[in-house]
């Protein structure tokens, strides 16, 4: 496989903006955006209601089934999700090495009071589908952000991927 198929993994919690970094990423990389938000929705399901983990799983099984195919058939994918806990980014890490294609991890870190401010700005005027404030505040209780050892490129917003090199 050409070396510069990529698998581009995004991490950070809901309201971070890893769809929008998605975006603006994936024409610099000529690769396609695969989104588990969109899995979910495809599947009568919407994770700011909170789903129950089989359900997770059977959207990861899907997301990486996608992913695979275009990463095999040579194309670079960018993988929108949050990535927590780290087992997740594992896989997805293995899965790129199965395909023979780079790995890099995203993390778009933001502070909790933007992602809360974030998410009351989009109650009043919804650009996307809210999160329920309990699911919102378990996810960011329990999120697990990258870890030193995973080698992650950390950013705050898409105006940090401007001199980025993935």
């Known amino acids: 496989m050409a070396s510069d198929v990529r698998l581009v993994l995004l991490c950070g919690t ?3 903006g890893k769809s929008t970094v998605a975006r603006s990423l994936a ?10 938000d969109e899995i979910n929705e495809r599947r009568g399901l919407w994770g700011g209601d909170g789903i129950p983990a089989e359900e997770w799983i059977r959207t990861h099984e899907l997301a990486s089934d996608e992913v695979r195919g275009l990463l095999t058939s040579g194309m670079s994918v960018i993988v929108d999700d949050t990535s927590s ?6 896989g997805w ?5 199965s395909a ?5 991890l995203i993390y778009v870190d933001v502070d909790h009071a933007t992602i809360r401010r974030r998410r009351a700005e ?4 919804p650009r996307r589908r809210d999160v329920a404030g309990a699911v919102l505040d378990q996810h960011l209780a329990e999120f697990e952000p990258p870890q030193d050892d995973e080698n992650a490129v950390r950013v705050e917003s898409a105006d940090d991927l401007q001199d980025l090199t993935i």
Request: no cysteine; net charge positive.
């Open 85 to 90: 806990p780290r087992f997740l980014r594992d």
């Open 14 to 16: 809901s309201f971070s």
């Open 93 to 97: 890490r293995s899965l790129a090495a």
């Open 100 to 104: 023979q294609a780079r790995f890099g």
């Open 122 to 125: 989009n109650q009043v005027d």
């Open 27 to 36: 024409p610099r990389l000529s690769a396609r955006i695969v989104s588990l």
